[in-house]
Protein backbone atom coordinates (compact mmCIF):
# COMPACT_ATOMS: atom_id res chain seq x y z
CA UNK A 1 0.00 0.00 0.00
CA UNK A 2 1.30 3.47 -0.83
CA UNK A 3 0.96 6.57 0.89
CA UNK A 4 -1.95 7.97 -1.63
CA UNK A 5 -3.90 4.39 -1.68
CA UNK A 6 -6.85 3.53 -0.01
CA UNK A 7 -6.64 2.89 3.72
CA UNK A 8 -8.26 -0.25 5.19
CA UNK A 9 -11.14 -0.90 7.34
CA UNK A 10 -9.17 -1.30 10.77
CA UNK A 11 -6.58 0.75 9.80
CA UNK A 12 -6.41 4.07 12.25
CA UNK A 13 -3.97 7.61 11.71
CA UNK A 14 -1.37 7.06 14.51
CA UNK A 15 -0.52 10.25 16.48
CA UNK A 16 1.98 11.50 18.50
CA UNK A 17 0.57 14.22 21.26
CA UNK A 18 2.44 15.45 23.66
CA UNK A 19 0.14 16.58 27.19
CA UNK A 20 0.93 18.43 30.45
CA UNK A 21 1.39 15.41 32.71
CA UNK A 22 -1.50 16.92 35.40
CA UNK A 23 -3.45 16.80 32.12
CA UNK A 24 -2.95 13.32 31.14
CA UNK A 25 -3.83 12.14 34.95
CA UNK A 26 -7.03 14.49 34.81
CA UNK A 27 -7.95 12.86 31.02
CA UNK A 28 -6.64 9.32 32.55
CA UNK A 29 -9.14 9.40 35.58
CA UNK A 30 -11.97 10.66 33.46
CA UNK A 31 -11.80 7.76 30.56
CA UNK A 32 -11.66 5.18 33.88
CA UNK A 33 -14.83 6.75 35.09
CA UNK A 34 -16.18 5.84 31.62
CA UNK A 35 -14.77 2.59 31.46
CA UNK A 36 -12.90 3.89 28.35
CA UNK A 37 -8.98 4.19 27.57
CA UNK A 38 -7.18 7.26 27.58
CA UNK A 39 -6.99 7.44 23.40
CA UNK A 40 -10.31 6.15 23.32
CA UNK A 41 -11.20 9.01 25.40
CA UNK A 42 -9.13 11.90 23.78
CA UNK A 43 -11.15 10.82 20.36
CA UNK A 44 -14.45 10.75 21.72
CA UNK A 45 -13.86 14.31 22.69
CA UNK A 46 -11.91 15.75 19.84
CA UNK A 47 -15.10 13.87 17.83
CA UNK A 48 -17.40 15.90 20.14
CA UNK A 49 -15.65 19.41 20.19
CA UNK A 50 -15.84 18.47 15.88
CA UNK A 51 -19.55 17.38 16.21
CA UNK A 52 -20.43 20.60 18.43
CA UNK A 53 -19.02 23.19 16.18
CA UNK A 54 -20.07 21.60 12.70
CA UNK A 55 -16.64 20.41 11.66
CA UNK A 56 -16.75 16.75 11.98
CA UNK A 57 -16.20 15.69 8.54
CA UNK A 58 -18.96 13.36 7.24
CA UNK A 59 -16.52 10.28 5.75
CA UNK A 60 -15.55 9.92 9.35
CA UNK A 61 -16.52 6.45 10.23
CA UNK A 62 -17.96 6.04 13.97
CA UNK A 63 -16.37 5.10 17.19
CA UNK A 64 -16.05 1.18 16.63
CA UNK A 65 -17.83 -0.39 20.34
CA UNK A 66 -15.96 -1.43 22.79
CA UNK A 67 -15.25 -4.13 24.04
CA UNK A 68 -14.58 -7.85 21.48
CA UNK A 69 -17.44 -8.81 18.72
CA UNK A 70 -20.99 -9.08 19.76
CA UNK A 71 -22.27 -11.99 20.99
CA UNK A 72 -25.86 -12.82 19.30
CA UNK A 73 -27.91 -14.99 21.89
CA UNK A 74 -30.88 -17.14 20.06
CA UNK A 75 -33.70 -17.40 22.10
CA UNK A 76 -34.74 -20.55 24.18
CA UNK A 77 -37.85 -22.00 22.73
CA UNK A 78 -39.81 -23.58 25.00
CA UNK A 79 -38.04 -21.85 28.38
CA UNK A 80 -39.83 -22.43 31.41
CA UNK A 81 -41.60 -19.46 32.44
CA UNK A 82 -42.03 -18.44 28.54
CA UNK A 83 -45.74 -19.20 28.67
CA UNK A 84 -45.37 -22.05 26.50
CA UNK A 85 -45.62 -26.03 27.00
Known amino acids: MTESGPRRGSER ?8 PAVYDALARWASDELRSANAQIEYLLRHALSETGRLPGAA ?3 PPRGGPQRRVAPEEGAPGDGEG
Open 13 to 20: KQVLLRLD
Open 61 to 63: RPI
